[in-house]
């Protein structure tokens, strides 16, 4: 059985990763002249560790990662809001581990064949029985694998009435800022606008910024610079430390929910089925969920029709779950993103009030999926 991978990033080799496991052909088609990821950090949580321990990668991630469990959140002043307990949360949950995108990109790509990657392929078209029409002419497959991001030829081929992607009202930088003493993963509120940072194994310090924002506006460094201007100690370090070509930015945008994540022999994962808000740190992380879960839904197909029971199951274990969790995503960037001074005065205090216990409990939901 031969399955084509649309997309050749961390959800998409994830998946090649679980399908080849699965005994499966792959063939990963990736619109990029090479493999590889421009990005900055990423925290990869313990529901995603597990993921990569089930794909046989959870060890040469470790090797590159430092602790990333979050220490909690603090007001522009340096306060805190809300305090993790780190060693509770590690005891409760797992690991946590903070990466650069790129090295966990290269961690997944290296697992693959390397005679499946073809990259500098532009994807045009998908059909439901598997053709997918594209730059370097057409291709057919058993198994197809729409995971080409939030603006996703997959689903716009196949899902043509979905909605199309949804401004979340804020914008995000997101940088890697030259070392600066950090111990902890930190998280900052303001009035509309947050700031995060944290180590990486290298010694420098993965950085983003969030702010309400027109769709479309938002400048460089020198805007980060004005907007932060204030925070508390790091983040002034922070930004001095960073250099222009080394910020990203980006609008944030979430995909509405599908009835389905499936159409006859395509199905989809990650950000092309349920793109989401980064304010739970999930995007990544589902993705190689749904890489899992899907490889072992598939393993040891042998026919079409067995084939289609096996989406369908697939659908119905991850579609509810990565639906909830863009529904939370969502909920805490509203919160979070308050800028009234009423209510960022109620959030905050209510905030100092949690207990610790509490906060720990909230991770439950997202955090206690195994593979």
């Given at each position: 059985?031969?399955?084509?991978v ?6 998409g ?15 990963v ?45 603090q ?19 797992g ?49 197809v694998v729409?995971?080409d ?16 992607p949804?401004y ?37 310090v ?5 702010a ?25 370090a ?10 990203l ?26 793109a ?8 990544a ?11 072992s839904?598939?393993?040891?197909v042998r ?27 969502r ?11 009423a ?6 205090g ?17 955090l206690?999926?195994?593979?």
């Amino acid at each position: 059985m031969k399955a084509i991978v649309l997309g050749g990033g961390i959800g998409g080799l994830a998946t090649a990763v679980a399908l080849d496991r699965a005994g499966w052909q792959v063939e990963v088609l990736e619109r990029a002249p090479e493999f590889g990821e421009v990005g900055a950090g990423l925290a990869v949580l313990p529901n995603a560790m597990r993921a990569l321990d089930s794909l046989g990668l959870g060890d040469p991630v470790r090797a590159l990662a430092v602790d990333g469990a979050q220490a909690g959140v603090q007001d522009v002043s340096g306060r805190w809001l809300s305090r993790a307990d780190a060693a509770e949360l590690r005891r409760r949950y797992g690991e946590w581990a903070m990466v650069h995108r790129a090295d966990l990109l290269e961690v997944l790509r290296a697992k693959v064949p390397a005679e499946a990657l073809r990259p500098g392929v532009h994807v045009r078209e998908v059909h439901a029985d598997g053709t997918v029409v594209h730059s370097a002419g057409t291709s057919t497959a058993d198994l197809v694998v729409g995971a080409d991001g939030v603006r996703s030829a997959t689903r716009r081929s196949l899902w043509e009435d979905a909605a199309p992607p949804r401004y979340a009202g804020y914008t995000t930088w997101r940088m890697i800022s030259a070392p600066v003493p950090v111990r902890e993963p930190v998280e900052t509120w303001g009035r509309g606008m947050r700031f995060g940072y944290a180590p990486l194994a290298d010694g420098r310090v993965y950085c983003y910024a969030v702010a309400n924002a027109p769709e479309g506006s938002g400048g460089g460094l020198a805007e980060l610079h004005e907007r932060f201007a204030g925070w508390h100690d790091p983040i002034p370090a922070l930004l001095a430390a960073t250099e222009e070509n080394a910020v990203l930015h980006h609008d944030t945008y979430e995909l509405p929910c599908l009835s389905t994540y499936v159409r006859g022999s395509v199905v989809l994962v990650g950000d092309a089925a349920h793109a989401m808000t980064p304010n739970l740190g999930q995007g990544a992380c589902q993705a190689l969920e749904d890489a899992v879960v899907l490889g072992s839904a598939v393993r040891g197909v042998r026919t079409r029709a067995v084939l289609a029971d096996a989406l369908a199951r697939y659908d119905r274990e991850r579609r509810p779950r990565t639906q909830m969790v863009v529904r939370r995503s969502r909920r805490i960037g509203e919160v979070a993103h308050w800028s009234s001074p009423a209510a960022v005065a109620l959030r905050d205090g209510a905030m100092r009030l949690m207990p610790r216990s509490t906060f720990v409990r909230s991770f439950a939901p997202i955090l206690d999926w195994t593979a």
